[in-house]
């Protein structure tokens, strides 16, 4: 919804591989985007590809920034989906198009960066963060009703579907916590009741 990703454009997912990650490979074909990820592991990339991600990019032995350059032949991606933050930011915005839009939900590289905002005014690039806590009732109604008008009927056909790595009871969550650190999962850890 903010950051108005529309069928055509390309999009950048980092932590493809996340819970969140998994959802949106899914749902940006759905929509008939064109999906880059970033994971971790060459095992992590094929869960990405299997989703249906059109380019996987291993962060931890390629540079993210050159990859998404050749495969755009320098344009850029239109949508980046951020759950690390300060550690990419300078990146991202190198990353990219013009008018495109940065969307951070997460820190896990940090809160603070030093930034060149030299390409924010050059491409017209617009960052845009997420929370749901400090939103209105009436807002969080809205994401509500934009959601089972949007997304919903994708998941009821069964085109978008939750990528579950394991259950743990209540009584297990230091558990689920230690799987969650070690980072070898993909998709969802879940704590039930």
């Not at 299997?50 to 931890?60: F, K, P, Q, S, W």
């Not at 969307?103 to 997420?130: D, K, P």
């Not at 009703?145 to 790595?165: F, T």
Request: one cysteine or more; glycine letters at 10%.
């Amino acid at each position: 919804m903010t950051s108005h990703l529309s069928p055509g454009e390309s999009f950048l997912i980092h932590g493809g591989s996340s819970g969140i990650g998994t959802f949106a490979i899914q749902i940006a074909k759905h929509l008939g985007i064109k999906v880059f990820v970033t994971a971790g592991s060459e095992e992590k990339l094929a869960a990405c590809k299997a989703l249906g991600a059109d380019v996987c990019i291993n962060y931890r032995t390629e540079d993210f920034v050159e990859r998404i350059k050749q495969e755009t032949n320098g344009k850029g991606v239109d949508v980046i989906l951020d759950n690390i933050g300060g550690s990419y930011l300078q990146r991202n915005l190198n990353s990219l198009g013009v008018d495109g839009r940065l969307f951070i939900i997460g820190f896990q590289g940090g809160i603070a960066a030093e930034v060149n905002l030299q390409a924010v005014l050059a491409r017209r690039l617009t960052i845009q963060a997420a929370g749901l806590r400090n939103r209105s009732l009436a807002n969080k109604a809205e994401i509500v009703s934009e959601v089972e008008k949007n997304v919903w009927p994708a998941v009821a056909a069964g085109k978008v579907k939750p990528v579950i790595y394991k259950t743990f009871p209540l009584c297990e969550a230091a558990e689920a916590h230690r799987l969650m650190e070690a980072s070898t999962h993909i998709g969802k850890i879940l704590l039930l009741p």
